[in-house]
């Protein structure tokens, strides 16, 4: 096996996924565990690294760094959050570190954590983003481009000139879906597990045409997953579908309700998810594309090559 020259840890909330990384930063060996940052008890940190990967840390000299939730306030330790416009050189520079206990109890090696990002919407409130930072320089995109990373919170954030992020909005789209199935009345009709199908595609357009036209009213257009239920204008096996439609939609429309204009956007992210918001996207008249499966290692090592530490692992 070629030689190791970076430990690439990608440490959310729920999973830990390590990645060994050669020369040319291309992925000798992945590894994942359920050792997210709201899974540690007790600021066992170090032992949950150790548990998935101590026989890296004995075998190489190679540098470590990590992006992610590991470098939040419930984190090993918080990272600063850096004033957007920011560029991957700039964030270089604000790394943290963290000993890394390996043998006989004293710090042997060094963890290096990416810190995160935030701005101000036009209200003048905060929004930030830890992780997808790293996933976007990952990603290589040309300047004044937007891109979308789907998720619980999904991300939006526009780039200027060498691939700084100029500002970002978060999306509570999927979060929100889950409360309104689990907790409120709009999931009491749905039925949920069947086969996708037509109808539930049709649904899932259909929703997202709603939520476009009425997601300045959100509140209200909500209550069509109740009412198209009550009517029997939509199954109950595709209210779940046209639920998330209306949520996706009124994301797309209130994203690119008054902001420069688009017309194209890139994709970050879970395959599935990235399909649905590919969807509602065309549906809005936008093209789509699509980042590599490996951004978020790309940006690791991107970060670890400005910040001077491949130099010293090789």
């Not at 090696?109 to 409130?125: F, K, N, Q, T, V």
């Not at 930072?133 to 919170?153: R, Y």
């Not at 999904?154 to 780039?159: D, E, N």
């Not at 999306?171 to 409120?184: C, D, I, K, N, P």
Request: hydrophobic fraction near 45%.
């Amino acid at each position: 096996m070629p030689d190791p020259h970076l430990i690439a840890l990608d440490w959310g909330t729920s999973n830990l996924r390590a990645s060994l990384l050669d020369a040319r930063g291309q992925t000798l060996e992945t590894r994942s565990a359920p050792g997210g940052v709201m899974a540690v008890q007790g600021g066992q940190f170090g032992q949950a690294l150790l548990a998935l990967c101590a026989d890296w840390l004995a075998q190489t000299r190679c540098p470590l760094m990590a992006s992610g939730m590991i470098g939040s306030r419930q984190g090993w330790r918080e990272a600063p959050y850096l004033d957007a416009p920011t560029s991957l050189a700039q964030a270089a520079r604000q790394l943290i570190t963290v000993p890394v206990m390996v043998v006989d109890g004293r710090a042997e090696r060094l963890l290096h954590i990416a810190p995160g990002l935030r701005c101000l919407d036009s209200a003048g409130e905060f929004d930030v983003m830890r992780g997808e930072e790293t996933q976007i320089w990952g990603a290589d995109l040309p300047a004044h481009s937007c891109c979308v990373l789907p998720g619980t919170h999904s991300k939006w954030a526009w780039l200027g000139e060498g691939g700084a992020i100029r500002h970002f909005k978060t999306f509570m789209t999927g979060e929100l879906y889950g409360v309104l199935t689990q907790h409120s009345i709009l999931g009491r009709l749905m039925v949920f597990g069947a086969e996708p199908g037509a109808s539930q595609h049709e649904a899932f357009a259909a929703g997202v045409r709603l939520g476009l036209r009425g997601h300045a009213e959100l509140p209200h257009t909500l209550f069509a997953a109740r009412t198209a239920g009550l009517m029997g204008r939509v199954a109950p096996e595709a209210l779940p579908d046209f639920l998330s439609g209306i949520l996706l939609g009124a994301e797309v429309g209130g994203a690119t309700a008054g902001a420069e204009p688009l017309q194209q956007v890139t994709l970050i992210g879970d395959e599935a998810l990235c399909q649905r918001y590919a969807l509602a996207l065309a549906i809005k008249g936008l093209a789509v594309s699509r980042a590599s499966d490996y951004a978020t290692t790309r940006g690791q090592w991107l970060l670890a090559g400005a910040a001077g530490l491949l130099g010293a692992a090789a």
